[in-house]
T-cell receptor, first 117, second 110 residues
């Protein structure tokens, strides 16, 4: 099946620093990728849609200047959490839909656990 | 009204039981339906994918889609302790935007 990877899987950073999370589609091209955050025992919350070659689309309430998204190529999207604060500590997951002959499946990365101290 | 409704559970069953997980939705344009399994501190894993209506079977898992009732189900036969996880339903109309249920927490007791 399709594989989506994320790096790093776990990161601890100090308050005020920035953290970059990478999402890669390993065996297919993804013109669109999605970024989610998930708090313990809660469902996925869509943060933004990353579009290759254009600006990301952010969900209401998500600060675009704080969560910078760059879709650099058809296999790579990055999420940078700028000036991180403890309340940004969460599980960040990316996903990419793969479409073949008009049918679409969405594959998730393994997630990145961010802890801001 | 939410796009997708899913009973969060928790659901607890004995090993070997048949598990039924369900989601309802409101958007009649949805045509791609997915079930994911998520273990604690891991990304969701795609279990089943169904396009349009009908049934799909893969080993112990069966996915059903009833578009007339806007209702989808995932059945797990001969449930195992390793099936203990959170199960998420997801759906999409055109493959460019996906809507998720809140997830159902399942525990299979040995």
């Amino acid at each position: 099946g399709a594989v989506v990877s994320q790096h790093p899987s776990w990161v601890i950073c100090k308050s005020g620093t920035s953290v970059k999370i990478e999402c890669r589609s390993l065996d297919f091209q993804a013109t669109t990728m999605f970024w989610y955050r998930q708090f313990p025992k809660q469902s996925l919350m869509l943060m933004a849609t990353s579009n290759e070659g254009s600006k990301a689309t952010y969900e209401q309430g998500v600060e675009k200047d704080k969560f910078l998204i760059n879709h650099a190529s058809l296999t790579l999207s990055t999420l940078t959490v700028t000036s991180a604060h403890p309340e940004d500590s969460s599980f960040y997951i990316c996903s990419a839909p793969r479409g073949e002959t008009g049918e679409y499946e969405q594959y998730f990365g393994p997630g990145t656990r961010l802890t801001v101290t | 009204q939410k796009e997708v409704e899913q009973d969060p559970g928790p659901l607890s069953v004995p090993e070997g039981a048949i598990v039924s997980l369900n989601c309802t939705y409101s958007n009649s344009a949805f045509q791609y339906f997915m079930w994911y399994r998520q273990y604690s501190r891991k990304g969701p894993e795609l279990l089943m994918y169904t396009y349009s209506s009908g049934n799909k079977e893969d080993g112990r898992f069966t996915a059903q889609v009833d578009k007339s009732s806007k209702y989808i189900s995932l059945f797990i036969r001969d449930s195992q302790p390793s099936d203990s996880a959170t199960y998420l339903c997801a759906m999409s109309a055109y493959g460019n935007q996906f809507y998720f249920g809140t997830g159902t927490s399942l525990t299979v007791i040995p």
